[in-house]
């Protein structure tokens, strides 16, 4: 129920002004919105779409458009649950690799400088489109550089244009996690390196990765999370947003 509704059956003495605060401050039994977050962080609230049904991602969504937030980014949302939220929000783009669903009404302005996300293999790219949707919508440019993987470590080598164009650099990998380091190796910029559980084995679904990220011998090199795109893409726009905006 919008602010407006609520107000109207006060009027009408259809509800206490307690009853009406109540509602106002927190009209969801399931959720509380932090609308405050973009004021202490540069950005609003973003929903985890993962272990929450698809009635209650549709309730926090209309909540928040309720109170006029402009952008709302979905991450972690399954095909089935976008064929519910399509029906009530078509505005709302959907990719399905990175299994986000977005909405950009007031696209933020533009930082300066370049994140660069560089994906090992294919079987990487949910992980990196989902850092680069999100490095977008916080208002970076972004370039993607995919198929770079040390196996063939020359591919990488033929992309060295774009890297050292970047301010910052994502780096992600499944198997060994080996393209952090390498990367980390070459460049002055930061790199956020990210393993994905892509492997089988002794990966341990990228565990493996994880720890050989952790332990690289290569500077400037932090990690996050396992399959962790859009926090990997957070911290770029994080780093990057230090530059300033462009003019």
């Given at each position: 129920?919008?602010?407006?509704?609520?107000?109207?059956?006060?009027?009408?003495?259809e509800?206490?002004?307690?009853?009406?605060?109540?509602?106002i401050?927190?009209?969801?039994?399931?959720?509380?919105?932090?609308?405050?977050?973009?004021?202490?962080?540069?950005?609003?609230?973003?929903?985890?779409g993962?272990?929450?049904?698809?009635?209650?991602?549709?309730?926090?969504?209309?909540?928040?458009?309720?109170?006029?937030?402009?952008?709302?980014?979905?991450?972690?949302l399954?095909?089935?649950?976008?064929?519910?939220?399509?029906?009530?929000?078509?505005?709302?783009?959907?990719?399905?690799?990175?299994?986000?669903?977005?909405?950009?009404?007031?696209?933020k302005?533009?930082?300066?400088?370049?994140?660069?996300?560089?994906?090992?293999?294919?079987?990487?790219?949910?992980?990196?489109?989902?850092?680069?949707?999100?490095?977008?919508?916080?208002?970076?440019?972004?370039?993607?550089?995919?198929?770079?993987?040390?196996?063939?470590?020359?591919?990488?080598f033929?992309?060295?244009?774009?890297?050292?164009?970047?301010?910052?650099?994502i780096?992600?990998?499944?198997?060994?996690?080996a393209l952090?380091?390498?990367?980390?190796?070459?460049?002055?910029?930061?790199?956020?390196?990210?393993?994905?559980?892509?492997?089988?084995?002794?990966?341990?679904?990228?565990?493996?990765?994880?720890?050989?990220?952790?332990?690289?011998?290569?500077?400037?090199?932090?990690?996050?999370?396992?399959?962790?795109?859009?926090?990997?893409?957070?911290?770029?726009?994080?780093?990057?947003?230090?530059?300033?905006?462009?003019?």
């Amino acid at each position: 129920m919008k602010v407006k509704d609520i107000l109207e059956k006060v009027k009408k003495n259809e509800l206490s002004i307690e009853e009406a605060s109540e509602l106002i401050d927190n009209p969801l039994d399931y959720a509380t919105i932090d609308f405050n977050r973009e004021k202490r962080t540069g950005a609003s609230e973003v929903i985890y779409g993962a272990g929450k049904t698809k009635e209650h991602i549709a309730g926090i969504i209309q909540n928040m458009l309720d109170h006029e937030v402009p952008n709302i980014l979905v991450t972690r949302l399954d095909e089935a649950k976008h064929d519910y939220l399509k029906k009530l929000y078509p505005e709302f783009v959907y990719d399905e690799l990175a299994q986000t669903f977005l909405l950009n009404q007031t696209p933020k302005p533009k930082n300066k400088g370049l994140i660069v996300v560089a994906c090992a293999g294919t079987s990487d790219l949910p992980v990196a489109k989902e850092a680069v949707i999100t490095a977008k919508y916080l208002g970076n440019d972004v370039e993607l550089i995919t198929d770079v993987g040390v196996a063939g470590i020359h591919r990488l080598f033929k992309r060295m244009d774009v890297i050292e164009k970047a301010s910052v650099i994502i780096a992600i990998a499944g198997m060994e996690g080996a393209l952090a380091s390498v990367i980390g190796g070459l460049t002055d910029k930061p790199v956020i390196a990210v393993p994905t559980s892509v492997g089988y084995g002794a990966n341990f679904n990228g565990l493996a990765a994880l720890l050989a990220m952790l332990n690289s011998c290569a500077s400037g090199i932090s990690v996050v999370n396992i399959d962790n795109g859009f926090g990997a893409g957070f911290m770029a726009h994080t780093i990057n947003n230090l530059g300033g905006k462009k003019e």
